[in-house]
């Protein structure tokens, strides 16, 4: 399982079959491949497209050193950055001018090395497309045909789920419950490959496997098998890494793409405040 591709950032100095109500304002092709969301984004200092990941578990956008350099870039001051065992320098902010086949991108970048993560992955990562693109918009994934739309407003809720969502300073997150426990919040991460990383300090040793797990550091989680509900929606066989601590404070755990993708069509409502979710397919 490619939980290596699960970005834990966060910056210390600051389906669905429903119809669109109305037809959406933009919409570009996403790449989903090895559990994660690649998207070709455009700038001046190259005509070569940038490889980026769509990732709302990161609490800003990112850029990866190396590209920022590499394009001459002029890099902000130097900030603290927190992972999962590991801190690291980056730099913030990063101005760049950015676009997709669907419209602008951020304009503030956090610059930071992202070696290890372009190494657990199919592609080099020039960056992500963080928490900061989704605050204010509509955004519909469809991962069944690979599609990434801005919707004006929200699809209708009649044929699918909807949840909360709550949009933090340090990122994205809605409520769960695993294994008909009570709800906890977990961060909305599409940067995360896996289903679900759960913070739980019942890790039963005989029902669990070690995973290694490479993003910013390298960590080996035990992984088990759960059933996690979403409002009235109930989606078993989920593959779970455990942690006995929390990822992020105020969150008990990650829900990646290895769930999300299982509904087909998921949107993401910064205005609303809200998620929708389609009926997930049978595993």
């Known amino acids: 399982m490619r939980f290596s591709c699960c970005i834990f950032l966060l910056l210390t100095a600051r389906l669905l079959q429903a119809e669109p109500v109305t037809s959406p304002t933009s919409e570009f092709p996403i790449q989903f491949r090895d559990g994660l969301l690649w998207v070709d984004v455009n700038v001046a200092q190259t005509k070569e497209p940038l490889h980026f990941l769509l990732d709302s578990g990161a609490s800003a956008s990112v850029l990866n050193l190396k590209t920022a350099r590499r394009l001459g870039l002029e890099l902000g001051r130097k900030v603290s950055v927190m992972g999962v065992g590991t801190a690291l320098t980056g730099y913030w902010p990063v101005k760049m001018s950015a676009t997709t086949s669907g ?8 610059a930071l090395d992202l070696t ?8 080099s990562v020039d960056g992500l497309i963080g928490a900061d693109f989704f605050s204010g918009r509509v955004v519909q994934i469809d991962y069944t045909t690979q599609k990434l739309r801005l919707l004006q407003t929200k699809p209708r809720a009649s044929q699918g789920q909807t949840i909360p969502l709550e949009t933090r300073r340090c990122g994205l997150r809605v409520p769960i419950s695993v294994n008909d426990g009570k709800r906890q919040w977990v961060r909305l991460d599409t940067g995360c490959a896996a289903g679900l990383q759960w913070v739980t300090s019942k890790v039963p040793a005989d029902r669990c496997t070690s995973k290694l797990a490479v993003g910013l550091a390298e960590i080996s989680i035990p992984q088990t098998i759960t059933t996690v509900r979403l409002g009235e929606q109930s ?11 929390a990822i992020f404070p105020g969150e008990n755990g990650l829900l990646g793409n290895g769930l999300l993708a299982r509904f087909g069509l998921v949107t993401i409502d910064g205005k609303s405040d809200c998620v929708v979710l389609g009926y997930p397919s049978p595993e």
């Open 103 to 110: 419209g602008e991108l951020p304009r503030d970048y956090l």
């Open 116 to 123: 290890k993560l372009s190494s657990a992955c199919s592609n």
């Open 235 to 245: 989606v078993s066989q989920v593959t779970t890494g455990l942690h006995r601590t």
